[in-house]
């Protein structure tokens, strides 16, 4: 379980595959405080397992079920990643309940630039869009956001001065893929509420106490 608030920004040391499982060896400073093997890792957004580790850098493994619902397998070297331990039972709760379970991969549509922030616009499929409600929390590579508007076949997310400094989603560019985790809250109440080709409506979610 995590939080959507990125802890730092590693970066990609070294890519392998082997058997059809790729190994990713990533750097980064903060989150090895405490690591310990078979730790869970967000690495943007895709909750991975560490299988290695050193006081400079760790290894994770993408297996063929991950690498189907994420760009992980695309990563080269030298790329950026959002990462986040697994949510600590102590401190403050920031963000929102994250799985770390990839819905899909949406494609950025349109970038543009407000007084003080970056609204970027992501196109993801109908199922997904059917399970997000206008200010409703979304996981965009990793990183909880605030759905700012929904709209029929697209949602824009507002990067702030700090979401752009504390993550990677300022380096993304139109046509850039990022990974989707939509509300869980959102998908419990969709599975009650049942197969209604409407999707979740603000009455519903009321209904159901939200």
């Known amino acids: 379980m995590f939080t ?19 190994n990713l060896t990533i ?20 909750c991975l397992t560490v299988v290695d580790f050193d006081n400079r850098s760790f290894s994770v493994q993408v297996i063929k079920g991950t690498e189907n619902k994420t760009y992980l397998n695309q990563l080269k070297q ?8 697994a949510m600590s039972g102590q401190g403050r709760f920031g963000g929102h309940f994250v799985l770390g379970h990839v819905d899909e991969v949406a494609k950025v549509t349109r970038i543009q ?8 616009t992501i196109k993801p499929s109908m199922d997904l869009i059917k399970q997000m409600i206008q200010q409703g929390s979304i996981t965009v590579d990793g990183v909880s956001l605030t759905i700012f508007q929904l709209k029929d076949t697209e949602f824009d997310i507002h990067l702030i001065p700090e979401t752009r400094r504390s993550t990677i989603l ?25 197969n209604n080709s409407a999707g979740l409506t603000s009455d519903k979610l ?3 106490g939200f």
Do not use: W
Not at 176 to 183: G, K, L, S, Y
């Open 4 to 22: 959507g608030i990125v802890e730092e920004i590693g970066t990609i040391k070294k890519v392998t595959t082997q058997q059809s499982v790729v």
């Open 113 to 120: 630039s407000s007084n003080n922030s970056k609204i970027v």
């Open 27 to 46: 750097d980064c400073q903060t989150i090895l405080e405490d690591m310990h093997i078979g730790d869970s890792i967000s690495v943007n957004g895709a």
């Open 206 to 208: 009321k209904a159901f």
């Open 78 to 85: 030298s790329a950026e990643v959002n990462l986040e331990r």
């Open 170 to 194: 300022n380096l993304k560019r139109i046509g850039d893929p990022v990974h989707i985790e939509t509300d869980m809250l959102f998908k419990y109440v969709e599975k009650i509420v049942g």
